[in-house]
């Protein structure tokens, strides 16, 4: 199984709404996952989400972000932003970056490349 793609986001405080695309088999299947937390960040509403997504189709062994890292200084309204996240599981540390204009997308997509990675070693 693997995520596919993370479709959509919307991590307004306090409610965070996340799309993900699982593919399992061949087989697409969509996770809509709406979470209520009571973070004071979209980072945390939206791996959050995303965690929702995946525990519904898999059970991983115990994971968690340990580590993200967003440049100081940011460009005009349409760059780029490179995001570095780190999640550890099992002892194991799992390092991916991604890029987008909306810091909160780049997040998302590491995200899901470091949960793919997990996926790929438990599979």
């Known amino acids: 199984m693997v995520l596919h793609s ?5 991590a307004d405080l306090p409610e965070s709404t996340v799309t993900v695309t699982l593919v399992r088999n061949t087989e697409a299947e969509v996770c809509t996952s709406q979470q ?4 004071s960040t979209p980072v ?5 989400a995303i965690d929702a997504c995946v525990e519904e189709f898999v059970t991983l062994p115990p994971y968690s972000l340990n580590y993200y890292w967003v440049p ?3 460009g005009g309204p349409d760059s780029e932003v490179e995001v570095v996240i780190r999640v550890e599981c099992a002892g194991n540390p ?5 890029s987008n204009p909306s810091i909160i997308r780049a997040f998302g997509d ?12 438990v599979s």
């Open 72 to 74: 100081g200084k940011l």
């Open 6 to 10: 993370l479709n959509q986001i919307n």
């Open 94 to 98: 799992y390092e991916a970056t991604a």
């Open 110 to 121: 590491a995200y899901v490349q470091a949960i793919n990675q997990i996926l790929s070693t």
């Open 36 to 39: 209520r937390v009571t973070s």
């Open 44 to 48: 945390q509403t939206l791996y959050q």
